[in-house]
Nanobody
Framework: QVQLVESGGGLVQTGGSLRLSCVASGRTFSYYAMGWFRQVPGKEREFVAGISRSGAGIYYADSVKGRFTISKDNAKNTVYLQMSSLKPEDTAVYSC?????????????????????WGQGTEVTVSS
């Protein structure tokens, strides 16, 4: 089992920045690829960013490319999502997820079904 706890969400103005953190516990963090997803009530969950277990593979949704950066610190059991140039449409609950798949990569990082463990989420609100 892996437990994931997100933090760092909040209210920010358009153009502002936030850094989300997701701390993992329970099993060896370096075994897992990690992803960030977001969801707005009434809408489907959306892939935001993913990073392979080594950190060598990094993937982004087109909507956040150039604005968001995902990183992984295996020594701290933490994955981060640095969000800049935030827009009102970035408003959502952001959740991190862990994947133990050996086949994690660019073709499937955006699939929620690939992830084994999920955090509860942290809310991000971007005001216009």
């Amino acid at each position: 089992q892996v437990q994931l706890v997100e933090s760092g969400g909040g209210l920010v103005q358009t153009g502002g920045s936030l850094r989300l953190s997701c701390v993992a516990s329970g099993r060896t963090f370096s075994y897992y690829a990690m992803g960030w997803f977001r969801q707005v009530p009434g809408k489907e969950r959306e892939f935001v960013a993913g990073i392979s277990r080594s950190g060598a593979g990094i993937y982004y949704a087109d909507s956040v490319k150039g604005r968001f950066t995902i990183s992984k610190d295996n020594a701290k059991n933490t994955v981060y999502l640095q969000m800049s140039s935030l827009k009102p449409e970035d408003t959502a609950v952001y959740s991190c997820a862990a994947s133990g798949s050996l086949y994690y990569g660019i073709r499937n990082a955006d699939s929620g079904r690939l992830y084994d463990y999920w955090g509860q989420g942290t809310e991000v609100t971007v005001s216009s």
